[in-house]
């Protein structure tokens, strides 16, 4: 049983914990966590949603998921990337973004009111090196910036950020810190 802690419409936690699946029904307000883990090579990490998923499956996404109760958004960050691609980066090697305040409504009356914290890190890990976790992922795949906008051009409803408000925003960020990977001396990655 996954809980969460529910928040105001500003992001403060109420005091109340309700379980994941009663958050989505009544659609409270809670947190999200997502990270971009971008290769040395400029390449994004992207898993494919297994197809048991209610929401999204088979569509490809970056990794994330729900903060849970008692978690800050990076120690959200580091689990989900731990539990989804079985990789534990050090928590000092996430570079927060920024937190977008989301309303929608998803198929099978899911109502998903979220604040999302997005996070970059870069690794230096090949698909080989990475473990999924089956209930979660059913395949994972670097892709260029380029090829993200083709898909988005495109309308490919393949991947979950067609429909992003911000793309261009997002787009525009993915490539500064590409070339700022690009650009630096070899070091450590994780």
């Given at each position: 049983?996954?809980?969460?802690?529910?928040l105001d419409e500003n992001a403060n936690k109420t005091g109340k914990v309700e379980e994941r699946r009663v958050v989505?029904?009544?659609g409270l307000w809670h947190a999200h966590v997502g990270v971009w883990l971008m290769n040395e090579k400029g390449e994004l990490l992207f898993q494919q949603r297994a197809s048991t998923k209610k929401s999204g499956p088979n569509k490809w996404t970056r990794t994330g998921?729900?903060?849970d109760s008692g978690e800050?958004?990076?120690q959200?960050?580091?689990r989900?990337?731990?539990?989804?691609?079985g990789v534990k980066i050090p928590i000092n090697n996430?570079?927060?973004l920024k937190v977008d305040k989301n309303e929608n409504i998803?198929?099978?009356?899911i109502i998903d009111r979220n604040f999302m914290y997005s996070y970059f890190a870069v690794v230096n890990y090949k698909l080989e090196d990475y473990t999924m976790q089956k209930e979660e992922v059913s395949q994972l795949k670097y892709l260029t910036i380029e090829d993200m906008k083709k898909a988005k051009e495109n309308n490919d409803e393949n991947y979950t950020f067609i429909s992003w408000d911000d793309f261009d925003e997002i787009v525009a960020t993915l490539e500064a810190k590409r070339d700022l990977v690009l650009n630096v001396e070899k070091k450590e990655w994780c």
């Open positions: 049983m996954e809980l969460l802690d529910v989505h029904e009544k998921g729900h903060v800050t958004p990076l959200a960050v580091q989900e990337t731990k539990e989804e691609v996430f570079e927060f998803k198929p099978n009356n």
